[in-house]
């Protein structure tokens, strides 16, 4: 998986036409893309930033991929339908989207958060809804569901495959037990954000071994990306090919 890049400061005219570029989209009204690109700390007010379309967007997304889903798996019930489109249009498979396209490169931020810190999953993930919005709102829906059958097609394709949506915390603790037996610990290392929109960045640790962490909007996604993180790293080192057959075991996610 990607790291995750550092903020820019701002996006100059050159940059939105590279944004265009990069998104493959053209749009007739460049003020849609540069709200798209704002984040409220580079934002002169909070209406001038991505926030309303990020709320669009979401909409947006939502219905392209239940649309989808309805129409190309009739045999699937609507809790399997449920499941799928909860990890397609999740907070870490849009920021991981962003990441891909390098939309960080034109996101404009305020000083303070370009100096601080990589980016949370919520700001990438944001950006990404918040184009989608604004090529709705310029173009219609048929480019808009364009983009989004290009970026995230793909995504579902992973989840009814299996790659992807997994509970990697049960995964994590069958093959710790199963080749190590001790079962991992987690562990939060950082927080950031107002106490009632909080993301966590979350270690996983099998013993004397930590793993890289992860950011999630509570403990329990952040703990899941962790996880992940470790069952990667896991992979790397030829763990888990002795324990190929329990992924088949845990495709559902957990309960609330």
Request: charged share 25%; glycine share 8%; proline share 5%.
């Amino acid at each position: 998986m990607s790291e995750k890049p550092e903020p820019q400061e701002n996006t100059s005219p050159e940059g939105l036409t590279a944004c265009e570029e990069r998104i493959g989209y053209r749009f007739q009204n460049r003020r849609l893309l540069e709200a798209a690109v704002t984040h409220a700390s580079g934002a002169s007010h909070r209406l001038a930033s991505n926030e309303r379309l990020e709320f669009l967007g979401d909409s947006i997304l939502g219905f392209v991929v239940c649309n989808r889903l309805y129409i190309e798996f009739p045999e699937l019930l609507e809790g399997d339908l449920t499941r799928i489109k909860s990890a397609v249009v999740s907070r870490e498979t849009c920021s991981r989207i962003s990441i891909e396209l390098g939309l960080v490169d034109f996101l404009i931020v305020g000083k303070g958060m370009a100096v601080n810190r990589p980016l949370p999953n919520s700001v990438l993930s944001d950006m990404f809804e918040s184009l989608v919005a604004a090529i709705f709102l310029d173009g219609g829906m048929k480019p808009a569901r364009a983009f989004l059958d290009t970026w995230v097609g793909p995504e579902i394709a992973k989840v009814v495959a299996g790659e992807e949506g997994s509970n990697h915390k049960s995964l994590l603790q069958q093959l710790a037990q199963g080749a190590y037996g001790i079962a991992p610990t987690y562990e939060v290392i950082d927080e950031v954000g107002p106490d009632h929109n909080k993301e966590f960045q979350v270690r996983a640790q099998i013993g004397r071994r930590r793993y890289a962490p992860a950011w999630g909007r509570n403990k329990k996604e952040a703990e899941q990306g962790a996880a992940e993180k470790a069952l990667e790293a896991l992979r790397a080192d030829g763990v888990i090919p002795a324990f190929e057959h329990a992924f088949r075991h845990f495709s559902e996610p957990e309960s609330d």
